[in-house]
């Protein structure tokens, strides 16, 4: 009978933060406010979203070396967090727009543009970026984009004016 060499195995540190990550990125999608933030960034691709759920586990995971139930919390509290402000700088930005339009219809544009603006999606931005930049780190880059995207219209604007 053949056995497996023992590096083919995953060594039970790797088997914690993978089960680490899997769990907690299985409660972040369960979160109402991911779930509303996924809609106001208008990612309907289901594959993205996961890529962005893990993404806002972020690469700390890598240095948990046990599936405990402080590093969970630590890791679901930090991706909070980051939902949080995010949802709440997309509303800001959708209340001073104009309150007679819904959140897709002020964000769209705002998505469409910057997506221009940065030759890529900013969420995929975002997901590509987690290896280099701590979470928070692109969540500011991800509202500056947006911010940067508005500043832009605004000036082409009042040039065409």
């Known amino acids: 009978m053949l056995g497996f060499k ?13 089960a680490l990550s899997a769990n907690v990125q299985d409660d972040i999608m369960l979160e109402a406010d991911f779930k509303s933030l996924i809609d106001k960034l208008m990612i309907t691709d289901s594959g993205m979203e996961v890529i962005f759920a893990m993404s806002l586990i972020d690469c700390k995971v890598k240095r948990m070396t046990e599936h405990n139930a402080e590093n969970y919390q630590e890791l679901l509290g930090d991706a909070v967090s980051a939902i949080t402000v995010l949802n709440d700088e997309i509303d800001y930005i959708v209340d001073i727009a104009d309150e007679d339009l819904t959140v ?28 280099d930049k701590e979470l928070m780190t692109r969540v500011e880059e991800l509202i500056d984009s947006f911010h940067n995207t508005i500043k832009k219209s605004e000036e082409h604007n009042r040039q065409l004016h």
């Open 104 to 131: 897709h219809e002020v964000m769209q544009p705002i998505l469409a543009a910057t997506t221009f603006l940065m030759g890529k999606p900013p969420t995929v931005r975002f997901c590509e970026d987690r290896e």
């Open 6 to 18: 023992q590096s083919y195995h995953v060594s039970p540190i790797e088997q914690h933060q993978q």
